[in-house]
């Protein structure tokens, strides 16, 4: 059964960082083009970076040179690296395979204040 746990999120001020981490059961992270999606309240599900199983990443204009996207293959586990935070940061933070092919993990609460 393939399961994705996000963690490493929390509440912080305007200019901070975070690292979210996805650790996967069931599946191969390296074989597999992943992504970090966000969903803030009242809007839709977002994507926000990705990396291809070749390692190139991507990502959305609103992050891109604060946020980077990694992945450990050895602990079959991808990163997200948060700097610079800000408020429209705020949101729940999961991953998934891009395109969106599992079942949602519960996510991880990211809010950060001004």
């Known amino acids: 059964q393939v399961q994705l746990v996000e963690s490493g999120g929390g509440s912080v001020q305007a200019g901070g960082s975070l690292r979210l981490s996805c650790a996967a059961s069931?599946?191969?992270?390296?074989?597999?083009?992943m992504g970090w999606y966000r969903q803030a309240p009242g809007k839709q599900r977002e994507l926000v970076a990705d990396i291809t199983s070749g390692g190139r990443t991507n990502y959305v204009d609103s992050v891109k040179d604060r946020f980077t996207i990694s992945r450990d293959n050895a602990k079959n586990t991808v990163f997200l690296q948060m700097n610079t935070l800000n408020p429209e940061d705020t949101a729940v933070y999961y991953c998934?395979?891009?395109?969106?092919?599992?079942?949602w993990g519960q996510g991880t609460q990211v809010t950060v204040s001004s």
């Open positions: 069931g599946i191969l992270l390296k074989l597999n083009d």
């Open positions: 998934n395979t891009r395109p969106v092919m599992l079942t």
